[in-house]
């Protein structure tokens, strides 16, 4: 079998940089003008297709970006096992195992600071689960 990533959201494509979503200019659908506008009415049910997805697929590993609270709240609903906190000297993550696949909590990609060392120590914990 050859591996891959999938790569789930709980956002439409919007820009983490940009306050405001980018189909707020082209569409009139209020609930996609803003991120704020989106995380009501779609939050919990994107929340529970992904977990339902990760129960069907059973993945060895699930990377969920962002500290924000609001995210957090659904990474935990979505590992459904408590994360640990996990410092050192690149930075800061979450871990957690059900037995079956990993789930990590990390900054998002495009966060300022974040070295190649960081990655490499989330892949290695993940790897020592």
Same mark, same amino acid.
């Given at each position: ?22 189909? *707020? ?53 979505? =590992? *459904? ?18 037995? =079956? ?8 990609? =495009? ?19």
């Amino acid at each position: 079998m050859i591996p891959f990533c999938v790569y789930l959201t709980l956002q439409p494509t919007h820009s983490p940089l940009r306050a405001t979503g980018v189909y *707020g200019e082209h569409t009139g659908l209020p609930q996609l003008r803003t991120r704020e506008s989106y995380k009501q009415p779609f939050g919990w049910p994107r929340a529970l297709h992904v977990v339902q997805r990760v129960r069907e697929h059973r993945p060895k590993a699930v990377i969920f970006y962002s500290f924000d609270n609001w995210y957090r709240k659904w990474w935990q609903l979505l =590992a *459904g096992v408590p994360f640990t906190e996990q410092t050192g000297p690149h930075g800061t993550f979450h871990l957690a195992s059900n037995g =079956a696949t990993s789930f990590a909590i990390v900054k998002h990609p =495009a966060s300022k600071g974040l070295t190649n060392h960081y990655w490499q120590w989330v892949g290695q914990s993940l790897t020592n689960l």
